[in-house]
């Protein structure tokens, strides 16, 4: 099979430093550096616009400092890549950590220790890989079980009514008392008052209360997003790729389900 990928944005505010790195990383051909950022507002434009899966990000910066960039993709709720720290000072350590950085490398970097960092990196890749295979063999087995019989959800739009089948149902939510119904093709208001009385009418073998203000489609989760402090969030299949939160409880049950 051919070697993986790792897709790699470098992030620092000296050129010399940048051109270091990207020289170390030509000893790892299993790295393709995508592109260079000079500072903080910069890393976030590339990170959302490429989505690299991995960041070395230097911790200072003149403006926005590599800590600041992190705290700017969860309120943004960008999808995080893995994130090396890259400076030349150790006090920042504990912090790095603190926010699930997958290590920190202190200036000039020897070549050893990069290559310790980014086999820590390669271990959760291919873990976020298996995890989206068994994910894929879940939904075949649910798949694979006797149909049951459909329910018919009314949900408003717009100003019209539509009847709208159980399975093309993505997911629901609620927020201030209201229930919306997302499909693929559309967004509108339940009539249910609770999400537990929507699930009620919903096959459980199909549904999963992941949140409890959401109730997913197990069928339509295109992917597993690690999240913040060991968590994960679900991206959806509907229009907006909605990225769906997992509570706490029901983390350990995605981790006893998928083996995470």
Excluded: C
């Amino acid at each position: 099979m051919p070697a993986m990928k790792l897709t790699a944005l470098i992030v620092d505010d000296e050129q010399p430093a940048r051109d270091e790195l990207v020289f170390l990383l030509k000893g790892f051909p299993e790295v393709e550096v995508v592109a260079q950022g000079k500072n903080g507002p910069e890393a976030i434009g590339i990170i959302r616009e490429l989505e690299p899966q991995l960041v070395f990000l230097d911790v200072q910066m003149p403006g926005l400092d590599g800590f600041g960039v992190i705290k700017k993709l969860l309120e943004k709720k960008a999808r995080l890549p893995f994130v090396i720290f890259v400076t030349a000072y150790d006090q920042y350590a504990v912090q790095a950590f603190e926010v699930n950085a997958m290590d920190y490398l202190l200036k000039p970097i020897a070549k050893a220790r990069l290559e310790k960092a980014l086999a820590k990196v390669k271990r959760s890749v291919e873990a976020t890989a298996s995890s989206a295979d068994k994910l894929a063999r879940l939904v075949q087995t649910v798949e694979e079980r006797p149909p049951v019989q459909k329910t018919k959800l009314l949900v408003k739009s717009g100003g019209r009514l539509f009847l709208v089948d159980s399975d093309d149902v993505i997911f629901a939510s609620i927020e201030d008392g209201v229930i919306t119904v997302a499909t693929k093709d559309f967004e509108g208001e339940s009539n249910f008052r609770t999400v537990e009385e929507l699930q009620s009418v919903l096959d459980s073998k199909t549904f999963w209360r992941v949140h409890r203000s959401y109730l997913v489609n197990i069928n339509r989760i295109k992917e597993i997003i690690p999240w913040f402090k060991s968590s994960y969030q679900l991206k959806m299949d509907d229009r907006k790729q909605t990225s769906v939160p997992v509570s706490r409880a029901q983390t350990r049950k995605l981790r006893e389900l998928l083996n995470l």
